[in-house]
DNA sequence: CGGCAGTTTGATGTTACTCAATTTAAGTGG
DNA sequence: CCACTTAAATTGAGTAACATCAAACTGCCG
């Protein structure tokens, strides 16, 4: 498999972690910290449980390395996936002002994550207004998506709501590694596909079906190949 | 019609503006403010759009009396409806820190808006930290009820869906005023309630008979009136 | 009285779910 | 390297949920 093309590549704050040049770690962290003391990175193998759901934790976590997911489970067993996490995504950021929150997350792939704690990112929000930028624009860009995935779920077909997650997540990947024709790294199970749109996994692999043989996109092996981003947008835009 | 009782009738802070000691607009406003010069209200009849997609706005808006709700409009024309608006709320929270948003806001009843010139309101973050908590609850509400609407669209059925929305409001109606036997001010036409859920308005007509035949609610004229509150939530509860 | 928006009801079509069987892929241990 | 196992994906057939279209019916207002 090939070696991943990290597209930004500033100083790297902290040697154990190759990704919080972009996001959220890379803003918090300084250069004269002894990180140690008050950061802390595991290393967790794939389908794990990285947080649960109303327990509260000291910690605020960033994902470094690799692919997880935020969901919820409902009480007759099915689960909601709220959104998937890439490297230097916050799990949430309102995490940083509640100790608690309602949903878990679980490792996708292996992942590599960061828990700093709350207290003294707090600390350095109030010293440091450049933290307070960035803790606002994820927090933007979290309303957004979260938006985004209201209409979606509410107002399209099976159809559209593939379509629509895919781009959502080849622009996310996109913004994060060079991508080479056309083809996105998408470690998701169908399974994972339908507890994010409210389908079936065997309705998910219906439509799949139905794009491969339109010739618009294949997903397969953890790999989508967009043969059609034209036909993919007129099916699952918003806007 | 019955005069509307207030729960929370503390000091009010501003003339124009019954409903300012709870939520956001109680908090950011102090004692010794002319407030006059960076606050204004508009009473806006019931249908008027409150505040337009994309566009920029030097004011934080909050509601101050009736009902309004928050919506992107697709480009095949329908509507999802991502919240209602109750006294006391933001629009979004995220529009204290961002100029230009996402989605537009529409009156649903006769309402009174109070506009808050962001400027000052952020002057007021960094100096008073009770400001910040507040933003910073109202915040982590605002994700939290995204994420229940986003599970409660994928995850549940029609009957599942308005009872959910069902339960989420009379919760809202009744953290706001008292309520005498189980009847609250419900001003939505069944359209909203089928943009809101992602049903055909004609969908929402079944499911609600439905409601009305098993004796569970009846929403008619305006008013909602709950009999069983117990299958209510058997069918809309997530957690 | 007529007009209009909202709601209700019926008939029919489509989308997506369920159940079940089959195929594929990826291990795992001999 | 090959049987055996297991999870994932695919395919088909029948069904349930919801949409669509169309026609009444309601209340309200001028």
Same mark, same amino acid.
């Given at each position: 498999?090939?070696?991943?093309?990290?597209?930004?590549?500033?100083?790297?704050?902290?040697?154990?972690?190759?990704?919080?040049?972009?996001?959220?770690?890379?803003?918090?962290?300084?250069?004269?910290?002894?990180?140690?003391?008050?950061?802390?990175?595991?290393?967790?193998?794939?389908?794990?449980?990285?947080?649960?759901?109303?327990?509260?934790?000291?910690?605020?976590?960033?994902?470094?390395?690799?692919?997880?997911?935020?969901?919820?489970?409902?009480?007759?067993?099915?689960?909601?996936?709220?959104?998937?996490?890439?490297?230097?995504?916050?799990?949430?950021?309102?995490?940083?002002?509640?100790?608690?929150?309602?949903?878990?997350?679980?490792?996708?792939?292996?992942?590599?994550?960061?828990?700093?704690?709350?207290?003294?990112?707090?600390?350095?929000?109030?010293?440091?207004?450049?933290?307070?930028?960035?803790?606002?624009?994820?927090?933007?860009?979290?309303?957004?998506?979260?938006?985004?995935?209201?209409?979606?779920?509410?107002?399209?077909?099976?159809?559209?709501?593939?379509?629509?997650?895919?781009?959502?997540?080849?622009?996310?990947?996109?913004?994060? %590694?060079? /991508? !080479?024709?056309? *083809?996105?790294?998408?470690?998701? $199970?169908? @399974?994972? =596909? &339908? +507890?994010?749109?409210?389908? %079936?996994? /065997? !309705?998910?692999? *219906?439509?799949?079906?139905?794009? $491969?043989? @339109?010739? =618009? &996109? +294949?997903?397969?092996?953890?790999?989508?190949?967009?043969?059609?981003?034209?036909?993919?947008?007129?099916?699952?835009?918003?806007?």
């Amino acid at each position: 498999m090939a070696k991943q093309e990290t597209k930004m590549s500033g100083p790297s704050l902290c040697a154990a972690c190759p990704n919080n040049g972009i996001g959220f770690c890379g803003a918090v962290l300084e250069e004269e910290d002894t990180r140690a003391e008050w950061q802390h990175h595991r290393i967790v193998p794939a389908g794990k449980q990285l947080l649960n759901a109303d327990q509260a934790s000291p910690d605020v976590h960033v994902l470094c390395s690799g692919w997880g997911f935020r969901f919820v489970q409902l009480p007759d067993g099915s689960r909601q996936i709220l959104n998937f996490l890439l490297p230097g995504d916050l799990f949430s950021a309102s995490s940083v002002l509640e100790e608690r929150v309602h949903f878990s997350v679980k490792a996708l792939t292996a992942v590599q994550v960061s828990g700093m704690r709350r207290d003294r990112i707090r600390a350095r929000l109030s010293a440091n207004p450049a933290v307070v930028a960035v803790l606002a624009k994820s927090w933007a860009v979290e309303a957004e998506n979260s938006d985004n995935m209201i209409a979606a779920l509410g107002q399209c077909s099976g159809e559209g709501r593939i379509a629509w997650l895919l781009l959502h997540l080849m622009r996310r990947i996109a913004a994060r %590694t060079v /991508v !080479h024709g056309q *083809r996105y790294p998408l470690p998701l $199970r169908q @399974r994972h =596909i &339908a +507890d994010a749109v409210g389908l %079936t996994p /065997v !309705h998910v692999s *219906r439509v799949l079906s139905v794009f $491969r043989d @339109r010739g =618009i &996109a +294949d997903l397969s092996n953890g790999v989508l190949e967009v043969f059609g981003s034209g036909e993919l947008e007129r099916l699952g835009s918003l806007h």
